[in-house]
């Protein structure tokens, strides 16, 4: 009897090319049990390697007891500054600031400084090795093209992310500290920036105990390794007075970090930027002067082959003055109280300076009675605009729009 079937052919014997026999059917039956077996071994062994671990845990647990050192016992030793009196080598610091303000900017001049031997530290005059973990931004179209403005050393900087047979994968903490520490030894890496750091912690994001463990997880993988981490904050847009208190995401980065650093814009100047210190474990925070920088552009080639140029920021440092970031949050946060006597007050001091004074000039008029950030507004308020002279030392010039003064 022949099968009706399309495509059977008495020289196979099968109803179909390609179809399967008994006794092949009985050797795929028997392969998918041997494999089924062989998943509840390993499930098995999974299982009792589980219960092995809790049982070690609750012995471990009841082993605990207190430690003790002597204060005497420990060895003082110096703090070696990757930034002098600014970041440590061997913790955590912090960059915050909200996503206008040139965090990454910032970065890459570090990076330039580090790479080149241009750094004020403990590498002065010795280009080191850096690793750059980036989450936000193009490598190709901005990370590397800021990093040339900036004049970095390319050959001495990492992108670093994880590789598996799985595919590539983003750095995770805690689960990546043996694998990084191990490519930091091996590289001779000074500092590591990550860009924003949130991105590559887990950890349960409402349990600060959590939180705060797996932060402490990267201090301790700086400390260990004497190495500087570098991590990217962002802070809310408005309604927090001080930097610490304005960093979004778990507040415990902040509470662990060495260091955190502030950046805001700053009210007086236009395109210019605050750098301030506003926490340091070590070192001295109140002898320390904020940074105030602007940007210019350059133009960077493309290597792709077109010979085109690409317009990228540079920092232009300024001056160093008093106030923080944390001061410029807070005459925020004060709102408009007072700036409308504020702008009366200035209006007549710039008709009576015939239209034109120094900033310092400015504020030391105003004394007490009026904050720098309110004077800042109600200079905008006026239409008043700040520029550099072009003296040496450069001084900032405030000049009356012909409208605002009449």
């Known amino acids: 009897m022949q ?33 089924a077996a062989q998943a509840k071994v390993e499930k098995a062994k999974h299982l009792a390697r589980e219960k092995g671990r809790q049982e070690a845990e609750k012995e471990a647990e009841a082993l605990r007891q207190v430690r003790s050192v002597r204060a005497s016992q420990v060895t003082i030793q110096r703090t070696r500054w990757l930034w002098r009196d600014r970041i440590a080598l061997g913790g955590l610091a912090l960059i915050a600031g909200k996503g206008d303000v040139s965090k990454s900017t910032l970065l890459a001049q570090m990076v330039a400084w580090i790479t080149t031997g241009d750094m ?109 981490i570098i991590g990217l904050a962002h802070t809310r847009k408005a309604g927090a007075s001080d930097v610490m208190e304005a960093i979004m995401g778990s507040s415990e980065q902040g509470n662990v970090a060495r260091s955190v650093h502030g950046l805001v814009m700053d009210p007086e100047e236009d395109n210019a930027r605050i750098l301030s210190c506003e926490k340091l474990n070590v070192g001295q925070k109140n002898l320390l002067p904020s940074l105030r920088f602007t940007l210019d552009t350059v133009m960077v080639r493309c290597t792709d082959g077109t010979n085109d140029h690409t317009p990228m920021p540079k920092i232009r440092w300024l001056d160093e003055i008093s106030e923080s970031a944390s001061d410029i949050l807070a005459d925020q946060v004060a709102g408009n109280h007072g700036v409308d006597e504020c ?16 900033s310092h000039d ?14 800042a507004r109600a200079r905008k308020k006026l239409g008043v605009v700040a520029t550099r002279t072009n003296e040496t030392p450069s001084r900032t010039v405030w000049r009356s729009a012909e409208n605002s003064v009449t």
């Open 362 to 375: 400015v504020k030391d008029a105003a004394g007490r009675k009026f904050s720098p950030s309110m004077i």
């Open 343 to 358: 702008v009366e007050w200035l209006r007549k001091f710039m008709r009576d300076s015939g239209g034109e004074a120094y």
């Open 120 to 228: 004020r530290g403990e590498f002065d005059g010795v280009p080191r090795a850096v690793g750059y973990v980036v989450n936000e931004d193009s490598l190709s179209q901005t990370v590397v093209p800021r990093m040339v403005a900036a004049g970095a050393n390319l050959d001495l900087v990492h992108f670093l992310s994880v590789a598996s047979p799985l595919g590539t994968d983003a750095l995770k903490f805690p689960r990546d500290i043996d694998l990084l520490k191990d490519f930091i030894y091996q590289q001779g890496l000074v500092a590591i920036f990550i860009d924003p750091l949130s991105a590559n912690v887990t950890g349960r994001k409402n349990d600060q105990g959590d939180m705060r463990d797996t932060y402490q997880t990267v201090n301790n993988l700086a400390e260990e390794t004497c190495c500087a």
């Open 3 to 35: 099968f009706s079937q399309p495509g059977w052919t008495a020289e196979s014997g099968l109803p179909y090319p390609g179809a399967e026999t008994a006794a092949e059917a009985i050797e795929r039956d028997a392969e998918q049990q041997q494999l």
